[in-house]
């Protein structure tokens, strides 16, 4: 194991759910990610934290809304989403930001959107 | 600016064969070079990197070369291994400030037995 955990693995949800996609490194990393996984389609960074502030938020719409109450936990909370936001959704952490620190990712969570 | 572009989507070589994935990119102040290897059910995890002071990094039977001029690197398997079938994700970024990776499309490796 990487060290990244994420919950649920699997989550189906309505468009009108809410529902929160939770993460937890146990590696002492002070940054922390969220990435979207779509099919044929690169990894999308969507958010990113350093040391509990976000510093980075790639146009992401506001049904997804990003918390780190500390550097070990990471949510991603879903309002009203759309079919099209199904996808795998990854959590990764590293030392510091800079993109020469390895990212470890957690197994991800595969979300499906009805 | 910022894509990278990689080829192919699928990969089928057989066992002992040698596995070559290739990347381009765009951005010329990109200075970080990493490949990172995705089994089924797992997240992504760091495979090798390179940065462009050498032109080529051996680790076991993973080899980078690269092409500062042409922009271009690629990911070489030797001696490739039914366990070595995964997806491979090249990315690129800079190195000074906090830069994000910038990942390409991802190749589905695949070595028969």
């Known amino acids: 194991e990487t060290g990244v955990t994420q919950t649920p693995r699997h989550l189906v949800m309505g468009m009108t759910n809410k529902k929160s996609l939770k993460c937890e490194q146990h590696?002492?990393?002070?940054?922390m990610y969220w990435y979207k996984q779509s099919a044929k389609k690169p990894l999308e960074l969507m958010f990113v934290?350093?040391?509990?502030?976000?510093?980075e938020n790639n146009s992401v719409p506001s049904r997804f809304s990003p918390e780190c109450p500390n550097s070990s936990h990471l949510f991603l909370h879903l309002h009203t989403l759309q079919p099209e936001d199904s996808a795998l959704y990854l959590c990764?952490?590293?030392?510091?930001?800079?993109?020469?620190?390895?990212?470890?990712f957690g197994p991800g969570t595969r979300l499906t959107v009805l | 600016q910022q894509q990278v572009k990689q080829s192919p989507q699928s990969l089928i070589v057989q066992k002992g064969g040698i596995s070559i994935i290739n990347c381009a990119y765009e951005?010329?102040?990109?200075?970080?070079f990493p490949w990172y290897q995705q089994f089924p059910g797992k997240g992504p995890a760091l495979l090798i990197a390179?940065?462009?002071?050498?032109s080529e990094k051996k680790e076991g039977r993973f080899t980078i070369s690269f092409n500062k001029s042409a922009k271009q690197f690629s990911l070489h398997i030797m001696d490739s291994q039914p366990g070595d079938s995964a997806t491979y994700f090249c990315?690129?970024?800079?190195?000074?400030?906090?830069?994000?990776?910038?990942f390409g499309q991802g190749t589905r490796l695949t070595i028969n037995p």
């Open positions: 990764a952490s590293s030392k510091e930001r800079e993109a020469y620190n390895e990212q470890f």
């Open positions: 951005n010329t102040a990109f200075d970080y």
């Open positions: 934290y350093n040391f509990k502030e976000q510093t």
């Open positions: 590696l002492g990393h002070n940054a």
């Open positions: 390179i940065r462009p002071d050498v």
């Open positions: 990315a690129a970024s800079r190195i000074q400030g906090a830069q994000k990776l910038v």
